[in-house]
């Protein structure tokens, strides 16, 4: 199998999964509170993982540059999601899955800057309609028309600085898996995900229980962490064998499944701009995977 066909494999991949993952983790940022939602996804993923490590084991050596990209990774990839729940918890699920279509830009960015990596003419056309999109897509223009009024709509700015972290994150995350595999790489980032959870949460003092919660929460979270944990690998599998500059886009799309999701279950209403602003994002996507 060539190494576009395993990039676009594992890029579909992260896009369904990361896409229903995110849509979940809207609703029930907004029942039990981002920071629960993802920890005890985490959990859940981290088993999924361990299943997977179990399965698949090879020996592999850490170096001490490998452990510190590892713990860089696991703190990038924690805010980068705390920061995208914060904004569903706040926010409109189908805008805020619309501007976190930005975290392709940024990794892109870091590809082309820091690691030697290139886009095509038509990959660039889409970055463009990327961040065009996401801007038409971010303002709550019922203000701006009505009241002369510039206003992000509520949730953005905390996904503009998740999109970040997570962009970073991506490609921090091809370094290791090049180094020791995507294997390693995924149990490793997991288990330090939820060591940095556990001590901020101690030091925060934020309530960690879900015990009051129904059975059906407990559920659908212990189902989400399956779903990501499985997109996190795929992609970490996909990125030992084809480029982040490739997959990431891809991957990213998983704003088409969230938004259709949000449309069609929760019923989510938005201003034909940023219906507009949603439809230029998702379509940036598709043209960077050419």
Not at 88 to 112: D, P, Q, R, Y
Request: hydrophobic share 55%; net charge positive.
């Amino acid at each position: 199998m060539g190494s576009t066909l395993v990039g676009l494999i594992s890029g579909l991949g992260g896009m369904f999964g990361w896409g229903i993952y995110d849509f979940f983790a809207g609703v029930y940022s907004k029942k039990i509170g981002p920071y629960r939602t993802f920890f005890w996804s985490q959990c859940s993923g981290l088993l999924c993982s361990t299943l997977f490590f179990i399965l698949f084991y090879t020996p592999c050596h850490l170096t001490v540059s490998t452990t510190a990209f590892l713990v860089i990774a696991a703190l990038l990839y924690s805010a980068g999601y705390l920061f995208f729940m914060r904004g569903f918890e706040i926010g409109n699920i189908s805008v805020v899955a619309a501007i976190m279509n930005l975290w392709a830009v940024f990794t892109m960015l870091f590809a082309f800057l820091f690691m030697g990596q290139r886009l095509t003419p038509l990959q660039l056309l889409g970055v463009v309609m990327i961040i065009s999109g996401a801007t038409l897509a971010s303002l709550n223009w019922s203000d701006i028309i009505n009241n002369k009024k510039f206003q992000l709509a509520s949730g953005v700015k905390e996904t503009v600085i998740g999109a970040c972290f997570f962009g970073l994150f991506w490609n921090i995350s091809e370094i290791v898996s090049e180094q020791i595999g995507w294997l390693h790489t995924t149990w490793f980032v997991k288990v330090l995900i939820l060591i940095f959870l556990f001590l901020f949460s101690s030091l925060s003092c934020r309530k960690l229980n879900i015990m009051k919660s129904t059975k059906k929460t407990k559920a659908m979270i212990l189902i989400m962490g399956f779903v990501e944990a499985g997109a996190v690998a795929i992609v970490n599998f996909g990125l030992t064998v084809g480029d982040a500059i490739l997959i990431t886009p891809i991957a990213s799309a998983l704003s088409v499944v969230t938004i259709s999701m949000a449309v069609l279950f929760l019923k989510d209403r938005v201003s034909r701009l940023q219906g507009m602003g949603m439809l230029v994002a998702v379509s940036g996507i598709i043209v960077t995977g050419f």
